[in-house]
């Protein structure tokens, strides 16, 4: 914690010394950030929610074969990797049910439902190149977006100004344990006509034993302005990931070798023997319509289709999934002014139907033997929404929302007679949500808010890796109330947000893992979760023959998470600290701009312990990321731009466990992250958009 306070410190002497000896550049004015969510599209200081946005600036401070390292900027947000391409994402605890994927947050690409019917996201479809910005709101998003308590993430491939043009680029990166990223991007079209085609390719041999992998990821959007009052934007994407699982270490392997992959123990075989790993295909396509009936009446529209095919042996069983799903999102809004008083209306609905097959055989080396489970799931949810705004005299902002939500899960288990389908109605679920924003002044906002929100049990949950049918899982539901602060000072260079929230949590969903690794759930009483999330960044142009551009960020997480009543069996968990969470994250970022082309970037992490069991006995140690990359841009005949850069992860060489087995059986919790490593990259771009 030292250390980082006095980076703190030296950053703002820093930044302090050159705004003594250089004149700002008024001409430079930052775009706004702007806020999509709840069909507001408003300036993220009047926005009535904790959120934050990464664009590929901020989100680009590593070595780009995850947004890892830009998800953990943002306040309240933890993104962890159990082994390469496996990742898991935390809003405020919502990871506490997730032992791998992302699950309790909706995701969306373009508009599009990534977030599946039976509620688990493979995030790790996507690739670095795959998005413009992204914006996470945290807390129950369910008043608009369905079931979910942890938030919802928006992920946007083109930019919200009209800047493609035409455009080509190529980048090559390499690095320690045999990174090769490869992205090429091909933009083209003209303003109100653009498309926008992707490719990337990441690979790594791994920091640990058994952990390479493979991700090849093609995407293309396009979006077209058909007449003054209807736009359409077509979206596709197509993975294919491989990826190793070495699997969770006990502390004492750990210690001794945290690059070791689990070992044969127990009459279980190594990572290696069982040829642990993920095969993953993944296909998406939808698109999206907005239609204005009249200059106050809107439609937008989306419908989808998507499939995932997974082949995962493990160290007990070989799994197969097949996994098509599809669906669609509508809204309706209707806008007024009245006076000093605007008023927006938004009715709609979304809906999703998949159709899954699960089969479990032994695995014998890596490939499928005797069957023991073939099961057909059919999970389909939908929900209905109402909101009302109404901003009035630019000084208080009011919205309030509600939605009726419903799910339905039917498993049929093939290879059992006499064959007895097992079904399961969650529903039907109210969930409001009330805001209240005031604006003393157009640049600073307080605000207030009260929200329920639900999530089900996943079809991972309701079907876990032990093989039991598990319909009597109740689905957990609980009460967010938030207040908060945000603005901009300092003519715009700062910008503060500070929150504070508690959040009831009933029937949490906790995972456990058996001796034979296979996960199981149960619902754990009630939580009491209690946070405060402070986001600090500074901007500041100069008009000297040098420095061009300073940007610093800061935030910091406090999470009180706790249990309230849970009694499992004979064992009393309750006032614990919950696990896989830790009390205290901070994360700084510095990037200091030259006129000359040369750049520099700095991120520090930090997390305090974090807990890895219900009963609070194990715990994985504080520990401190620090990352830096130096580059140098320069133009060719003012059209094509070439990057040259370097850089390092964890400077200070900490041993470390990111992403942690949570409620392990035999205590096997770690999964060890890399140690201090380097790449370095070229890029090229021909063309330049206008936003640059």
Do not use: C
Not at 156 to 184: C, D, H, R, T, W
């Amino acid at each position: 914690m030292q250390r980082v306070v006095l980076s703190v410190l030296a950053s703002f002497l820093f930044s302090s010394s050159f705004g003594q000896n250089e004149k700002a550049d008024s001409a430079h004015v930052l775009e706004p950030v702007m806020v999509t969510a709840f069909e507001q599209q408003i300036p993220i200081h009047r926005s009535p929610v904790a959120v934050g946005v990464l664009n590929r600036n901020n989100a680009d401070f590593a070595n780009k074969t995850s947004l890892l390292s830009g998800f953990n900027t943002i306040s309240g947000v933890r993104m962890e990797e159990r082994s390469p391409a496996s990742y898991r994402i935390n809003i405020r605890g919502s990871s506490l049910r997730s032992p791998f994927g992302v699950r309790n947050v909706k995701v969306y690409w373009n508009d599009i439902p990534v977030t599946d019917p039976g509620g688990n996201t493979y995030f790790n479809q996507f690739a670095f190149n795959n998005f413009s910005s992204i914006e996470i709101d945290k807390g129950p998003v369910s008043s608009m977006y369905g079931a979910g308590t942890g938030g919802l993430i928006m992920m946007q491939s083109l930019p919200a100004i009209n800047a493609v043009l035409p455009k080509l680029g190529a980048e090559y990166m390499g690095g320690s344990y045999n990174l090769q990223n490869v992205f090429a991007t091909a933009s083209f079209g003209e303003k109100g006509n653009q498309s926008l085609l992707t490719y990337a390719h990441n690979s790594s041999d791994g920091f640990r034993d058994h952990s390479s992998m493979r991700r090849d990821n093609a995407s293309f959007v396009s979006q077209h302005i058909i007449s003054a009052k209807q736009e359409l934007t077509a979206s596709i994407l197509f993975t294919d990931l491989y990826y190793q699982t070495p699997g969770g270490l006990t502390l004492a392997e750990y210690n001794a070798n945290p690059k070791a992959a689990r070992p044969a123990a127990g009459g279980q075989p190594s990572a290696d023997q069982a040829k642990a790993a993920i095969y993953q295909k993944n296909i998406l396509a939808g698109f999206h319509q907005s239609y204005s009936f009249n200059s106050n009446f809107k439609n937008n529209t989306s419908l989808y289709a998507a499939f995932a095919q997974i082949k995962n042996p493990t160290f007990r069983n070989y799994e197969r999934r097949n996994e098509p799903h599809f669906g669609g999102r509508t809204s309706f809004s209707y806008n007024k002014e009245l006076n000093t008083t605007k008023i927006q209306l938004v009715a709609g609905g979304e809906l999703q139907e998949g159709y899954f097959n699960t089969q479990v055989s032994k695995n014998k080396q890596g490939n499928p033997d005797t069957l023991q489970t073939d099961d057909d799931i059919r999970y389909e949810n939908y929900s209905l929404f109402f909101q009302a705004d109404a901003d009035i005299s630019q000084k208080w902002f009011l919205t309030g929302g509600i939605s009726l939500n419903q799910s339905n899960v039917k498993i049929t288990r093939l290879n059992k007679y006499p064959v007895v389908p097992q079904s399961r109605t969650y529903g039907n679920e109210w969930s409001p949500r009330l805001a209240l924003l005031w604006k003393p002044t157009p640049d600073v906002g307080a605000y207030a808010s009260v929200s329920k929100g639900f999530s089900p049990p996943t079809v991972a949950e309701v079907l876990p890796s032990t093989g039991v049918i598990s319909t009597f899982l109740e689905p957990e539901e609980g009460t967010n109330y938030e207040i908060g602060f945000k603005g901009n000072l300092l003519k715009g260079k700062l910008y503060i947000e500070l929150s504070q929230y508690y959040f009831r949590l009933n029937n949490a969903l906790v995972v456990r893992k058996d001796s034979s690794n296979a996960d199981y759930y149960v619902n754990a009483g009630n939580t009491n979760q209690y946070g405060v999330e402070l986001t600090a960044t500074y901007n500041q142009f100069f008009t000297s023959n040098f420095f061009r551009r300073l940007s610093l960020s800061g935030t910091y997480t406090y999470s009180n998470f706790e249990y309230g009543d849970f009694q499992k069996e004979n064992t009393n968990y309750s006032g614990k600290d919950l696990p896989g969470v830790p009390q205290n994250a901070v994360a700084i970022q510095a990037d200091i701009q030259s006129s000359k082309g040369f750049y520099l970037k700095a991120n520090s992490y930090m997390a305090s312990k974090i807990f890895l069991n219900d009963a609070n006995t194990a715990a994985a140690d504080t520990y401190q990321i620090i990352g830096l990359r130096l580059g140098f841009i320069f133009s060719i005949h003012d059209k094509t731009k070439i990057n040259l850069y370097a850089g390092a992860d964890n400077l200070l060489d900490e041993t470390y466990s990111l992403g942690n087995d949570i409620n392990a059986a035999g205590g096997r919790y770690y999964n060890a992250a890399p140690g201090r490593n380097f790449y370095a990259g070229i890029s090229f771009d021909l063309g330049r958009s206008k936003s640059q």
